[in-house]
């Protein structure tokens, strides 16, 4: 008698017909198709003799070999139990032992306002697809009892936290110059973190830009996609990109999409590619009320499904790759977990501030919403293999007429929508 295991690196994410198989050593994912999956879940629970009663002995003879020889299991004469990989220890260590709070990206809205006036932006019957890349105004309340200064004495808070990097965004920073160099100079002093700030290309001031040399500053001009009536000159962004090379600041893009045209989209990258940005980021701007075919700027078909290494599988399968380590300050001094998700953790001015979030643990709603609790998702055995912004995903939640424009794969019929399905599977049948 002969069983056939799968290795233990091997990850099997079983859906409602078809499966995924996640070779974490080699990196590799592989989607199987509807008949692929039954197959293999033959060649799991029979024997090798049973399998060939079932399917012959060429077919089995074949499958086999792909399996042996492509690393996915190994063959035993008795029928055992095979550990699966994994990272962490068996049981929760959860009141044993608690990693020290950290901070991979605070974003800080000094001001929502900005002298562009962008008619796409701030706007309630817009859906902002990776919305953090940009300057882009947040959708936070706008009530506020208390000024800049004030915000900026609560960044006090945060002294005592590891943060990696500080973003400064949500309107134009460069109004509030003054504010934004006291920001910068306070953080500076309790903190060593990189700091981010978006910006049009208009808005560059070469002796502002003298005042930012001692502090490790990146620049992040927005660029406009021609639809949006705000599209800027080559001159514009030349001018910014020289002044920044000029004084050795580091700079980056985000572009603005805010229609489908794909050729707008491929000619504005072409434009960016020319210059030596350290890297070029995308925000769409989707329309409640348009009908687009798909977002432009992520993949939405059959090749979001990515190959990934076993630290990614075990991250995703406990963490959000899009929000954990991911906090935001709104000018009004709300705490939220995106820039973009209008949910309240707490506020700074609040008795406890940011430290009534951290004891009460009221960011891990977020921090650690999985595609596996995520609705959607939660049944896809893709879901570990790919990445989503969740301000989309809670408007998807909402209302899954929106679904279409992030991922075209239905669960439930297990089947790419208008897709043809690919004839290269892991073997041909």
Not at 48 to 64: H, P
Not at 207 to 235: A, H, M, P, Q, W
Not at 279 to 308: A, C, F, W
Not at 369 to 389: F, H, M, P, V, W
């Amino acid at each position: 008698m002969g069983y056939f295991k799968l290795y233990p690196d091997v990850k099997y994410s079983k859906g409602k017909l078809r499966s995924t198989l996640y070779l974490l050593g080699h990196g590799r994912t592989i989607h199987l198709t509807k008949t692929e999956t039954e197959i293999l879940e033959v060649f799991l629970t029979k024997s090798i003799e049973e399998v060939q009663e079932k399917l012959g002995e060429q077919q089995t003879k074949e499958i086999l070999n792909y399996l042996l020889l492509n690393s996915i299991g190994i063959l035993y004469k008795n029928n055992v139990y095979v550990e699966g990989y994994s990272q962490n220890a068996n049981f929760n260590l959860s009141g044993y032992f608690e990693p020290p709070f950290e901070i991979d990206n605070l974003y800080i809205q000094l001001t929502n306002q900005c002298s562009m006036n962008c008619g796409f932006c701030g706007k309630e019957d817009r859906i902002e697809f990776q919305g953090c890349n940009s300057c882009a105004v947040w959708n936070a309340n706008n009530s506020n009892d208390h000024n800049i200064t004030d915000l900026i004495d609560g960044l006090d808070q945060f002294s005592n936290f590891k943060i990696k990097n500080i973003i400064f965004s949500g309107g134009n920073p460069f109004q509030e110059w003054n504010h934004l160099l006291s920001a910068i100079e306070r953080i500076h002093k309790f903190n060593g973190s990189n700091i981010f700030i978006h910006c049009p290309p208009t808005t560059i001031d070469e002796k502002k830009l003298e005042s930012l040399l001692k502090y490790n500053i990146t620049l992040i001009f927005n660029v406009f996609d021609s639809n949006s009536g705000k599209e800027e000159s080559n001159e514009a962004l030349q001018k910014a990109v020289s002044i920044s090379e000029k004084y050795n600041i580091n700079y980056q893009f985000n572009l603005f999409i805010t229609s489908p045209d794909v050729k707008d989209y491929e000619s504005k990258l072409d434009l960016m590619n020319k210059f030596n940005a350290s890297k070029i980021h995308n925000t769409e701007m989707i329309n409640y009320g348009q009908k687009l075919p798909k977002l432009i700027s992520s993949i939405t078909g059959q090749d979001r499904v990515e190959d990934i290494s076993h630290f990614e599988y075990f991250y995703r399968d406990n963490f959000n790759s899009c929000l954990n380590k991911k906090l935001a300050i709104a000018f009004n001094g709300d705490i939220l977990p995106c820039p973009f998700i209008n949910k309240k953790l707490g506020n700074i001015y609040d008795d406890e501030g940011i430290n009534g979030v951290v004891k009460n643990n009221l960011h891990k709603e977020y921090w650690e919403r999985t595609k596996s609790s995520a609705s959607l998702c939660a049944n896809c055995e893709n879901r570990y293999g790919c990445i989503d912004c969740v301000n989309l995903e809670l408007k998807i939640e909402e209302n899954e007429d929106l679904k279409e424009y992030m991922c075209t794969y239905d669960p439930e019929l297990s089947r790419w929508i208008n897709e043809k399905e690919r004839s290269d599977f892991a073997w041909n049948l």
